[in-house]
């Protein structure tokens, strides 16, 4: 029973981490029309900004509070200076951009922090373990599972009840429309591109306290996030919930029924998907 | 058709290549012998990304699984004793065939972005694959190979621990390589691949299943970058899991966008600049995966044809305007 | 006898989420007669043409062609029965030469698509017959250029040039003259009659230009809102108090 919850638990804190990184991605690419292969990186980036701001401060919140704004702040460089000369070209250039980024900004992040494992504490409040059952459980754990729905829930009362929400909404699903009501869509796509790296980066610093550091964090991240917006859609906001959800889940209670081919079971998720519902449990129709 | 400049100046040039070609482990450092071994065996992987990306207008992010497929298979197969070199190398590309096919199955049902995402995913998925099954694929430290199967050519038998000799069999096999694709591209398939690239709606609707098109396509790219593969492991002397990694998957795609995706050659011209930047930059600095990044950058946004294709397209204005 | 219609359509519909787009539509073509589908815009017309083509399965109804049912299939499927057909916007591919775009429909038809190892320069047959299908539509000429360089008019004979050379049955058209000048236009209803009579095709247009329509088509359908207003030839067509009616809020039968 108390394995059952432990694993239910590691499952949404996890999944809700994977969520608030998936959403980053998906809303970009329903805005901008670009996938990000370096929105990984912003998750790490942020996560290592955190870090160094505690380092300097040992204050997580200020850490959360300033390294997204940093990493957001990157995105804004990043989408003025480079992206936007890519917008009207062939989707393979932009990919092959933003991939260009990712091994820029992956090697950056070892070169100026090393190639070694570095651990942050949770703060006071939220350390420590709290008595779950016979066994103890991580506070933190708990907080994220908390914390992940209510973030949830504002992102989408935003995206649907306020008007830069709505805007938004707008532009994803028609540009041309958006631009035709006098939105600036080049404003919008900074703001939005800014926004999703802001969102990753917050993941990456609040998973700090939930797993060691290292400059591969980026690469396995975007791999999973990858796989959380093709199972639940691309540009879908429930999706990108939904999808994180099921593969936290899945990769939890895979370590119990599958050992060592747990690492194999994101994948065989990939695979049915592709192979029942190609576009995903709320994906559009292509 | 992909600009093929006829001109018998590139026949003559092509020529000499390849005798240089031949000439080098005879006159060059032992060094630079092995160096060259390494561009023609990666020019190869490159070419065959190529059949992809210029081609068939696939950006796929995995083939370094495919690669590795064809590394294991050959590392397995030699550890089992077997001894034809030619047989190690087929099967290399048949089972790197074999596992395109089943992934590509999946991959060609969506397009370019979602495409770029799942070829990452499942090129990983073999990457995990040959991590942890540490019975078959001895896990993170791979398959190290104490003896290599000898070449046997009429008369010869030649050990492929020689420098000299596994140069030679790799040129041998990356020339066969590059055949292969040279016919393939201007067979009438190689002109249905390019009209995916080009519009794949109206290609359906002239009655094409592009699907199977683009299947048949990657199963043919997975197959070589096998070969390559299987030649990179009787090159290195064992197989590692690091070969599936997608920053393995990441050389052929800089080395096609360097050289150029828009010209037949050009994967194998990056593969060349590739190495020669690597020997620059790793002198000066150890951080060799930001340089070329950094470097990739400016190429993606103002020379997207790459070297070669920029410089192929000069010469074609020249033409024009010498016409004119 | 063949009397069999080249296209029956029985109750089609189709709707995108709630929304009806085209509504049990049902209708004949009988083979050789060229028929015109008018409607003001937001009719259903292209996804009507979508449906039939195979772009997408339609959400209800039967779609029959030369007798067999079409309904569902892909479009890959159904061009090799006899149907093709062009785009509002053109569809062609630019970077391969005049000639090449031809060759494609060509090869694909006599199964030389999956060769791999022979050059395509020994197709020589159907180099040949691509050249027909140029000559024929007047654009040998610019047989060798990349078909991005040519003029917009030409790239829509291109067009017309891919969706021939199969010698398809039924050819449907979706707005042949769209963004022509009238010396193009002149051009095209020429084309479109010269190639109905001489090689029996059917062609079946759909056009906002009505003197294109009224010129050439014998049978035109009324398409409103979904659903099939007015069936009839020309003349009936003209007089026809509905059509007129329809036309009052979207525009004017010029003819």
Redesign the interface.
């Known amino acids: 029973m108390e394995s059952l919850v432990t694993n239910l638990l590691n499952g949404l804190s996890w999944g809700m981490l994977l969520f608030l990184i998936s959403v980053g991605l998906t809303t970009v690419f329903g805005v901008l029309g670009v996938l990000n292969f370096a929105h990984g990186s912003f998750f790490m980036l942020g996560a290592y900004l955190c870090m160094q701001v505690m380092h300097v401060v040992p204050s997580f919140w200020l850490g959360i509070l300033i390294g997204p704004l940093a990493v957001a702040l990157l995105g804004v460089i990043i989408e003025k200076l480079l992206l936007r000369r890519v917008y009207d070209r062939d989707v393979s250039f932009q990919l092959l951009l933003t991939f260009a980024i990712l091994l820029v900004l992956d090697d950056a992040v070892r070169i100026i922090w090393g190639a070694g494992y570095h651990v942050v504490d949770a703060p006071k409040i939220l350390a420590g373990t709290i008595p779950l059952f016979t066994h103890s459980y991580p506070v933190y754990r708990i907080f994220l599972v908390v914390i992940g729905p209510l973030i949830g829930i504002s992102l989408w009362s935003f995206f649907h009840f306020t008007r830069w929400g709505k805007i938004i909404r707008a532009a994803a699903v028609n540009r041309e429309m958006a631009e035709g009501v006098g939105i600036r869509v080049p404003l919008l796509f900074t703001a939005v591109f800014a926004f999703g790296s802001w969102l990753a980066a917050l993941g990456g610093a609040l998973a700090t306290p939930h797993q060691s550091l290292a400059p591969s964090m980026g690469e396995s991240i975007i791999i999973e996030s990858f796989i959380v917006v093709v199972i639940g859609g691309m540009g879908s906001f429930p999706g990108a919930f939904a999808g994180a959800l099921l593969l936290g889940l899945l990769e939890s209670f895979g370590t119990v029924f599958a050992g060592r081919a747990q690492m194999a079971l994101p994948y065989i998720l990939l695979a049915l998907v592709l192979l029942i519902r190609p576009r995903g449990f709320f994906g559009r129709e292509t | 058709m992909k600009k093929q400049p006829n001109y018998p100046k590139t026949g003559i040039f092509l020529i000499f290549l390849i005798g240089f070609l031949i000439g080098c482990p005879f006159f060059l450092p032992t060094y630079w012998t092995f160096i060259l071994g390494e561009i023609l065996i990666m020019a190869l992987f490159s070419m065959s990304f190529n059949l992809l990306l210029g081609y068939s207008g696939l950006l796929s992010f995995g083939q370094a699984g495919f690669f590795g497929v064809g590394a294991y298979a050959a590392a397995l197969l030699i550890l089992k004793g077997w001894q034809s070199l030619s047989l190690i190398l087929l099967v290399g590309v048949f089972s790197a065939a074999l596992a395109a096919v089943v992934i590509g199955f999946l991959c060609v049902r969506r397009d370019e972005i979602y495409f770029a995402m799942i070829t990452l995913g499942f090129g990983m998925m073999l990457f995990t694959i040959a991590h942890n099954w540490i019975e078959l694929t001895g896990g993170s430290d791979g398959l190290p190979l104490a003896a290599l199967p000898t070449l046997r050519l009429p008369g010869l038998e030649l050990s492929l621990f020689d420098p000299r000799n596994m140069y030679l069999f790799i040129l041998a096999v990356f020339l066969a390589g590059i055949f292969l694709l040279w016919r393939l591209v201007r067979s009438p398939f190689g002109l249905i691949l390019t009209a995916v690239r080009e519009n794949k709606e109206r290609l359906a609707f002239v009655g094409a299943d592009v699907r199977m098109v683009r299947l048949t396509a990657f199963t043919i790219a997975g197959g070589l970058a096998g070969l390559s593969g299987a030649l990179f492991c009787l090159f290195n002397s064992m197989a590692t899991p690091d070969f599936m990694h997608w920053s393995y998957s990441a050389r052929p795609i800089l080395m096609t966008i360097l050289g150029g995706s828009g010209v037949f050659l050009g994967p194998a011209f990056g593969a060349a600049v590739f190495f020669l930047l690597e020997q620059v930059i790793t002198h000066i600095t150890d951080n060799w995966m930001i340089f070329l990044g950094a470097i990739l950058i400016p190429v993606v946004i103002f020379f997207p044809q790459g070297i070669l294709g920029t410089i192929v397209k000069y010469f074609d204005r020249e033409q024009e305007t010498d016409r004119q | 006898m063949t009397n069999v219609p080249i296209l029956k359509i029985e109750h089609l519909g189709h709707a995108y989420g709630k929304f009806q787009v085209i509504n049990d539509i049902s209708l004949e073509i009988p083979k050789g007669e060229l028929t015109a589908l008018i409607g003001p815009n937001g009719a259903g017309k292209t996804t009507f043409y979508n449906v039939v ?1 195979g772009r997408f399965p339609p959400s209800k109804g039967k779609v029959f062609f030369d007798g067999q049912e079409i309904t569902g299939r ?3 499927k159904i ?2 029965l006899g149907m ?2 062009s ?1 509002q916007i053109t ?7 005049v000639r ?1 775009n031809v ?3 060509l ?3 006599h199964r ?10 020994r ?1 020589k047959q159907l180099y040949q017959k691509a050249d027909e299908v140029l000559s024929k539509i007047g654009i040998l000429e610019y047989g060798d250029k990349p078909a991005r360089e040519l003029a917009y008019g030409d790239k829509r004979l291109v067009e017309m040039a ?2 021939l ?2 010698k398809p049955k039924l050819v449907l058209l979706d707005e042949p003259t769209a963004g022509m000048n009238p010396e193009e236009t002149e051009r095209m209803i020429l084309l479109i009659k010269e190639l109905a009579e001489r090689f029996g095709t059917t062609f079946f247009l759909t056009e906002h230009d009505m003197k294109v329509v009224f010129s050439i088509a014998k049978q035109i359908f009324v398409l409103h809102q979904g659903g099939l207003l007015a069936t009839g030839t020309p003349e009936e067509i003209r007089a026809s108090p509905q059509v007129r009616e329809a036309y009052l809020g979207g525009g004017t039968i010029k003819c």
């Open positions: 083509s892909p479009a890959h061009v090799p093709l057909r785009f569809n062609i591919f630019p970077e391969l030469s090449e060759l494609i429909p090869l694909l038809q030389r698509g999956y060769t791999f190892f022979r050059p395509l320069s197709e891919i969706v050379a199969r």
